[in-house]
């Protein structure tokens, strides 16, 4: 089994600490180590995971989390767009994780795709950074595999109907950008550029629009498959 993870180098000792936690958490879920999970953890942390629903507590967290099915024979993560937002003792993170399980067989591997988004609550406690709150919005899935078999897929469909789940993330509360305006952990340009557009990518991911408006200049300009060529900020919003 492998895993992947996409690091940046961070100037900022807490911002890095923030990611290795994180980096620990997938290795975790690799491997299923309880331990090692106990540690990441704050005693009353919680998780709100949409193909798992909500628990509360550690024991909680690692019975739902720790899927007790036959495990794929590969396992890679690639985590982007990580952006973390600090203050006092308080940080927000939001990631985008694309996962691929693999089964093999005698005669072919079998994947199984996913993707979605994570937002993190961190708390800095005496032994370091400990997660507070976990929440993950399965975006996407193609493929079957035998691990996610008790996997609640949710209605993700436009509108109203009787058996639709709300979302585990909530951008326009729970974005890093909303619950900490502003980081007090200082930026390189390099760290500036590369948040801007963690922060453009997440609001067109989330639909969340207001988050747009001190991204672009006036005379900005896009060019993207399928909406084409559009110039001036009032028109890309």
């Excluded at 798992?52 to 396992?75: F, M, Q, R």
Aim: glycine share 6%.
């Amino acid at each position: 089994m492998f895993i992947t993870h996409k690091l940046f180098n961070y100037t900022s000792p807490n911002r890095a600490a923030i990611s290795e936690v994180f980096s620990k958490f997938l290795k975790v879920l690799q491997e299923g180590n309880t331990l090692a999970l106990r540690e990441l953890l704050l005693p009353n942390a919680k998780a709100s995971i949409s193909m798992y629903g909500e628990s509360e507590g550690v024991e909680a967290i690692i019975e739902g989390l720790l899927n007790k099915e036959e495990t794929p024979d590969i396992v890679r993560y690639y985590v982007t767009n990580e952006y973390i937002g600090i203050k006092e003792k308080l940080s927000q993170q939001s990631v985008y994780l694309t996962g691929l399980f693999i089964h093999k067989d005698n005669v072919q591997m079998d994947p199984f795709w996913f993707g979605g988004h994570f937002v993190n609550t961190y708390k800095l406690t005496e032994e370091g950074w400990k997660i507070s709150h976990l929440r993950f919005d399965l975006d996407w899935h193609y493929g079957t595999s035998s691990y996610t078999v008790n996997w609640k897929i949710q209605n993700r469909a436009l509108g109203w109907s009787p058996d639709i789940e709300n979302p585990k993330i909530l951008s326009e509360l729970e974005a890093p950008w909303r619950v900490i305006s502003q980081s007090e952990e200082t930026h390189c340009e390099e760290e500036e550029v590369v948040g801007t557009f963690h922060r453009y990518a997440w609001a067109f991911d989330q639909g969340d629009i207001s988050l747009l408006n001190d991204i672009f200049t006036e005379d900005a300009m896009i060019n993207m498959v399928p909406i084409g060529q559009v110039k001036g900020r009032k028109n890309i919003i």
